[in-house]
């Protein structure tokens, strides 16, 4: 049984700082691609950004680019995501997801399996 668990959300203000962590079980973690996704309220669940099998290669949403940063460690079989001057808009809840495909992907279909999901809230 696959499970995605991630942690690490909360609340902050503006301009602060917050690290989230995807922990996997129940697959190969290095043989997958791995992303990350936030929906907030009233909108569609959106692609933030992704990591390759081995880290090598990552991929990012525009409105991140630059702030947010993927990593990953196939020894621990977790993701990350560190998340630098945050925004009021970036509040969402976050999840991790895991891409079986050969090459990253940034759409939502492509992706087998999802965490729960953790609240990021960013004050003003």
């Known amino acids: 049984q696959v499970q995605l668990v991630e942690s690490g959300g909360g609340l902050v203000q503006a301009g602060d700082s917050l690290r989230l962590s995807c922990a996997a079980s129940?697959?190969?973690?290095?043989?997958?691609?791995m992303g990350w996704f936030r929906q907030a309220p009233g909108k569609e669940r959106e692609f933030v950004t992704v990591i390759s099998r081995s880290g090598g290669s990552t991929s990012y949403a525009d409105s991140v680019k630059g702030r947010f940063t993927i990593a990953r460690d196939n020894a621990k079989n977790t993701v990350y995501l560190q998340m630098n001057s945050l925004k009021p808009e970036d509040t969402a809840v976050y999840y991790c997801?895991?891409?079986?495909?050969?090459?990253?992907?940034?759409?939502?279909?492509?992706?087998?399996?999802w965490g729960q999901g953790t609240q990021v809230t960013v004050s003003s």
């Open positions: 997801a895991a891409d079986g495909g050969l090459y990253t992907r940034d759409r939502r279909s492509a992706y087998e399996y």
């Open positions: 129940g697959l190969t973690f290095s043989r997958y691609n």
